[in-house]
């Protein structure tokens, strides 16, 4: 595999587990406990709203595209060496 194609799929292995965990974060944690560092903390939530909903859905989406993406950088990497 060329190192611009293993960077990248490092990259996109950080960002997907990021993004995977991100989505849980806002799927496991109540409103009004979501940290204030991550987008959509409202200190004065006092209803639960299902953009939190939906954000971890998208969070957990996007890891796993971003995953699966990884995976298919790192396999075709392996199978042009083969081929040589």
């Known amino acids: 595999m060329g190192r611009w194609r293993?960077?990248?799929a490092t990259?996109?292995?950080?960002?997907?587990?990021?993004?995977l965990a991100l989505g849980l974060v806002y799927l496991v944690t109540p409103v009004h406990s979501i940290p204030s560092f991550?987008?959509?903390h409202v200190v004065h939530s006092g209803h639960?709203?299902?953009?939190?909903?939906?954000?971890?859905?998208?969070?957990?989406?996007?890891?796993?595209?971003?995953?699966i993406f990884s995976?298919?950088?790192?396999?075709?990497?392996?199978?042009?060496?083969?081929?040589?």
């Open 48 to 67: 639960p709203d299902s953009k939190y909903t939906h954000r971890a859905y998208a969070g957990i989406g996007v890891g796993a595209v971003l995953l």
């Open 71 to 84: 995976l298919a950088l790192i396999v075709s990497g392996k199978r042009r060496r083969k081929s040589w």
């Open 11 to 19: 990259l996109l292995v950080i960002a997907g587990i990021l993004a």
């Open 6 to 8: 293993s960077v990248l």
């Open 38 to 40: 991550l987008p959509g």
